[in-house]
Nanobody, 127 residues
Framework: QVQLVESGGGLVQAGGSLRLSCAAS????????MGWFRQAPGKDREFVAA????????YYADSVKGRFTISRDNAKNTVYLLMNSLKPEDTAVYHCAADRDTTPAWVWGRRGVYEYWGQGTQVTVSS
């Protein structure tokens, strides 16, 4: 089993920045790709960004491309999401996810790929 704990959320004004962290514990040797998803009130959980096991490959939703950056530090078992130029529509609960299988990058945007999920951290962007 893998446990994921997110942190770093908060309230920020539009145009501001936040950095989210996701610390993994447990059977971390089994983790391959990791991703970030978000869920706004009344909406489905949507893909934000994903990163390969080595960190060499990344994948972003069009809505965040150029503003958000995903990275990981395998020595610290942590994945990060740096969010710049935040907009009110970025307001959501952000969830970290981990994939235990070796899956191709073109499916990283699918929720069903990920076996492990964190509880989420709230991000609120005021206008």
């Amino acid at each position: 089993q893998v446990q994921l704990v997110e942190s770093g959320g908060g309230l920020v004004q539009a145009g501001g920045s936040l950095r989210l962290s996701c610390a993994a514990s447990g059977s971390i040797f089994s983790i391959n790709a990791m991703g970030w998803f978000r869920q706004a009130p009344g909406k489905d959980r949507e893909f934000v960004a994903a990163i390969s096991r080595s960190g060499g490959s990344t994948y972003y939703a069009d809505s965040v491309k150029g503003r958000f950056t995903i990275s990981r530090d395998n020595a610290k078992n942590t994945v990060y999401l740096l969010m710049n130029s935040l907009k009110p529509e970025d307001t959501a609960v952000y969830h970290c996810a981990a994939d235990r299988d070796t899956t191709p990058a073109w499916v990283w945007g699918r929720r069903g790929v990920y076996e492990y999920w964190g509880q989420g951290t709230q991000v609120t962007v005021s206008s």
